[in-house]
Every structure is written in structure tokens, then in C-alpha cells.
């Protein structure tokens, strides 16, 4: 398979736990990056190779994976983490990049 | 500090060709390889193209691939997106980014603003 697939909407309790995962074959090859996007603002890299976070990036953001599947985990999500997450990847190939659905954060 | 700039989106009718640009600053351009990537209104990311930090690879969506030609001038640090044939389903943000690497692996580190291509006749 060459797709990504994420949950469309996700909501999470201010101070709580969410993770917020992605299946697709070529996660058994490759890693996951995740991006974060707010409305009218260009993404920005959270997580990178199964768990390492760029400078300025909060701890409480972390990756993993396990088989088919990476998870990004928020913990302790705050109000400013409400955006839209996408997972990427590459394919089978390794010279193509795919990038899943995308997953609506929502925190209460 | 690292800056992409793009321009060259507008208004184009269906069948009619369009290039953007991403104009990079503040770092060695010339050892990055650089991306495409684009948003139709409303939906999620997708990857366009990658062109080689020397040039010497490129590669293409397949929704995409035989119309659209990426490629970049290091001596202008510029890469391009030529787009070819446009149909109503290429309206879209293009954004350019950068292919960084670190701890040995590679991700989109920086991104530009977008610049936004509308396909309509």
C-alpha cells in the first residue's frame, strides 16, 4: 500500500494525554515525521525519525512506532496545540514522500 | 535565519501553464535537496516533487508527474515548479520546503508561506 492513514478528528481534554496515530505499509521501512498546522500558517516539524524533536518544540510532544504504525503522543496537551497533524513518510521506493489524511486536534 | 519565499500563483484557465518560484536565504542552498508540497482548499497535505540538492534526481507525484517539471538554479538559490496542462483539481497552496537532516535522517525542517494557485476558466 502507498497510503497513510490517520483519524479524520481527535479531541482531548486541557492536561490530558492524546496520541494520534498513522498506519500504512511503509512505516515497517521508513520512519514518520509529524507536522503541526494552525489556519493560515505553513506546517511546522514537531517530531522527525520515531522520536526526536527539533529545538523549540515541547517535551510534551513525543513519537514512536511499532510495526505499521507511528503514534504521536501529546502529554499534557494545552489550548495551543489545537491544529491539524499530519504524519509523512516516504514509499515503498523510498524516493517518493507520502503524507496521511491529516488528524484534527481539538482540546476541550 | 533561514527564509522561502515563493511566488508566481494566480488565476490560470485549465490547460494553461504557470511557474512558481521559492526564493531561499540564510543558508548553503546549494546542499539541500528541496520539495513541492501543496494543499487544495479545505483538505490535507500533499507531496508534489523533490529535486536533489545538485539537481541530478527528481521525482513526481503521480498525480502529477508528466506535467509538472521541478528544478532549481543554485547559483540564483531559486527552485522552480513548472506546471503544465493545470486542472481544476491542481487549485491548491504550493509550498516550497527544505529537506533538512539531522541524527542521519531527513525531514521538511523549514517551509515557505505558500502561494496559492487557482485552476478556473
Known amino acids: 500500500s502507498s497510503e497513510l492513514t490517520q483519524d479524520p478528528a481527535v479531541s482531548v481534554a486541557l492536561g490530558q494525554t492524546v496520541r494520534i496515530t498513522c498506519q500504512g505499509d511503509?512505516?515497517?521501512?521508513?520512519?514518520a515525521s509529524w507536522y503541526q498546522e494552525k489556519p493560515g500558517q505553513a506546517p511546522v516539524v514537531v517530531i522527525y525519525?520515531?522520536?526526536n524533536r527539533p529545538s523549540g518544540i515541547p517535551d510534551r510532544f513525543s513519537g514512536s512506532t511499532s510495526g505499521n504504525t507511528a503514534s504521536l503522543t501529546i502529554t499534557g496537551a494545552q489550548a495551543e496545540d489545537e491544529a491539524d497533524y499530519y504524519c509523512?513518510?516516504?514509499?515503498?521506493?523510498?524516493?517518493?514522500?507520502?503524507f496521511g489524511g491529516g488528524t484534527k486536534l481539538t482540546v476541550l | 535565519q533561514v527564509q522561502l519565499v515563493e511566488s508566481g500563483g494566480g488565476v490560470v484557465q485549465p490547460g494553461r501553464s504557470l511557474r512558481l518560484a521559492c526564493a531561499a536565504s540564510?543558508?548553503?542552498?546549494?546542499?539541500?535537496?528541496m520539495h513541492w508540497v501543496r494543499q487544495a482548499p479545505g483538505k490535507g497535505l500533499e507531496w508534489v516533487a523533490v529535486?536533489?540538492?545538485?539537481?541530478?534526481?527528481?521525482y513526481y507525484a503521480d498525480s502529477v508527474k508528466g506535467r509538472f517539471t521541478i528544478s532549481r538554479d543554485n547559483s540564483k538559490n531559486t527552485v522552480y515548479l513548472q506546471l503544465n496542462s493545470l486542472r481544476a483539481e491542481d487549485t491548491a497552496v504550493y509550498y516550497c520546503?527544505?529537506?533538512?537532516?539531522?541524527?542521519?535522517?531527513?525531514?521538511?525542517?523549514?517551509w515557505g508561506q505558500g502561494t496559492l494557485v487557482t485552476v478556473s476558466s
Open positions: 520546503a527544505r529537506e533538512g537532516y539531522s541524527n542521519g535522517y531527513r525531514f521538511f525542517d523549514f
Open positions: 540564510g543558508f548553503s542552498f546549494s546542499s539541500f535537496g
Open positions: 529535486i536533489w540538492y545538485d539537481g541530478s534526481n527528481k
Open positions: 511503509s512505516l515497517r521501512s521508513w520512519y
Open positions: 525519525a520515531k522520536n
Open positions: 509523512c513518510s516516504r514509499d515503498s521506493s523510498g524516493n517518493h514522500r507520502l
